[in-house]
């Protein structure tokens, strides 16, 4: 039994090889010294043999997502004599963009064919209409249903997953627009993959960016809130947001809802309560100190409204699911003054009740907020946003005004 968890567990300044390594011991010559040539023929073989074409001396952090997921799962499969008759792969898509998930697909299915059976753990039901023969449903850590994939439908496991009949309803625009002028407003944004980005966002609308890996998507939201190096003039208010200053970004009036939320965007080892109070800590302040009991209502009250569970505020944040993970974030910006949310991947690998929440939060935030979803999620974009901004190759090549669709986006995004 071999295993390929979510974060994948890859050292990122060292090769693929040497990552590799770390499941199964180097090849070696016969005075004993690591035998270099045959780990790298060895190691571009393994991925070969499921469909991954790259050099694997590559260190990690130059791989793109599908390359490293590759990494993972052959390092999962090597180290002994022994057949693995099993891989677990945990949310093996959350990092990957929609447009390139096929080669991991194609990598399980010939998995599938040399007789490994394959326990796929995925929030995304149209991965288990593609992949799976069978499909176990949980909910609240029990079992609710095993079948057939032939005899389910995805809205009969979207409610068995939520444990009540789920609509789009909360995900659906309502007739808010864009009111007065731009609360954030991005003007000549460049960085090393975007070539002068303008772009606008008011309260009373939610706007998306697009694009594929590549595109110069992942860096909208690390430049907007000056964690890598840019170019070009951002406001909020009509007031400049310095370059490379995070905290100059927030206290300009910018929240920020980061892709990777255990590194970026929570306390792990932290209470739940204070990951949602931290953003806010000022309005329990008096007189050189926290008002405690004010500061465990709001946090009851946030979790309650996030619908967090489990819902101890003195649980530590990471053994929460991804989907109340991403709740206690959302719920912590949401709880502050903030005038503007910006949000990187923000349902990646979150659970379909949670996503509602989370789109239901973010339709009702925007009668005093501007939201930007930088997302690779093109239906997500397509359902949620007022209007969607299209990247290729670092420049906005198509603005969409709702209704748009998930192929809309996508033809625009890979050049079609």
Same mark, same amino acid.
Request: charged share 25%.
């Given at each position: ?27 070696? *010559? ?43 799962? /052959? ?42 059976? !394959? ?17 176990? !449903?949980? +909910? ?89 190096? +840019? ?29 990777? +939320? ?45 619908? /967090? ?19 206690? /974030? ?29 789109? +239901?939060?973010?339709?009702?935030? *925007? ?33 969409? *005004?709702?209704? *748009? ?12």
């Amino acid at each position: 039994m071999r295993f390929v968890h979510q974060d994948l567990g890859l050292a990122a300044n060292l090769s693929a090889v040497d990552n590799m390594a770390l499941g199964f011991r180097y090849p070696r *010559t016969k005075l004993g010294t690591v035998a270099w040539g045959r780990a790298r023929r060895d190691a571009r073989r393994s991925l070969e043999e499921l469909g991954y074409n790259f050099d694997p001396s590559q260190t990690i952090d130059r791989l793109n997502p599908v390359e490293r997921t590759g990494t993972a799962i /052959v390092r999962a499969l090597a180290g002994t004599d022994e057949s693995v008759r099993l891989l677990v792969l945990d949310e093996p898509t959350a990092a990957l963009p929609a447009t390139e998930c096929a080669r991991l697909f194609d990598a399980v299915q010939r998995l599938a064919d040399r007789g490994v059976a !394959v326990l796929y753990v995925t929030h995304h039901l149209d991965e288990v209409f593609e992949l799976a023969h069978r499909v176990s !449903v949980m +909910r609240n850590g029990r079992m609710v249903d095993d079948s057939a994939v032939a005899d389910r439908t995805h809205d009969q496991l979207v409610e068995m997953m939520a444990g009540r009949p789920v609509t789009k309803e909360a995900a659906r625009r309502g007739e808010s627009a864009a009111q007065g002028a731009a609360t954030l407003s991005v003007t000549g944004l460049r960085t090393g993959r975007l070539a002068g980005v303008d772009l606008h966002a008011s309260v009373g609308e939610i706007v998306g960016i697009a694009g594929i890996t590549g595109s110069g998507r992942d860096e909208v939201v690390p430049a907007i809130m000056g964690v890598i190096p +840019r170019e070009g003039e951002i406001r909020t208010g009509g007031r400049v947001v310095p370059p490379r200053r995070p905290h100059r970004a927030v206290a300009s009036g910018i929240a920020c809802v980061p892709a990777n +939320r255990i590194d970026d965007g929570l306390l792990p080892f932290m209470s739940i309560k204070d990951n949602l109070t931290i953003a806010g800590l000022r309005a329990f302040a008096g007189r050189g100190f926290i008002r405690r009991e004010a500061e465990a209502r709001s946090a009851g009250a946030w979790i309650a409204r996030m619908a /967090v569970r489990p819902g101890i505020p003195a649980l530590p944040v990471i053994v929460l699911s991804g989907g109340n993970q991403q709740k206690v /974030v959302l719920g912590r910006w949401l709880a502050t003054e903030h005038t503007v949310l910006v949000l990187d991947e923000p349902t990646q690998g979150v659970d379909v009740e949670s996503r509602v929440s989370v789109y +239901r939060e973010l339709r009702e935030a *925007t009668c005093r907020l501007a939201v930007l979803i930088c997302s690779s999620d093109s239906e997500e974009l397509a359902q949620l946003c007022d209007r969607v901004l299209v990247l290729r190759r670092g420049r906005i090549v198509a603005e969409l *005004t709702a209704p *748009t669709s998930a192929g809309e986006i996508d033809a625009i995004a890979l050049g079609s």
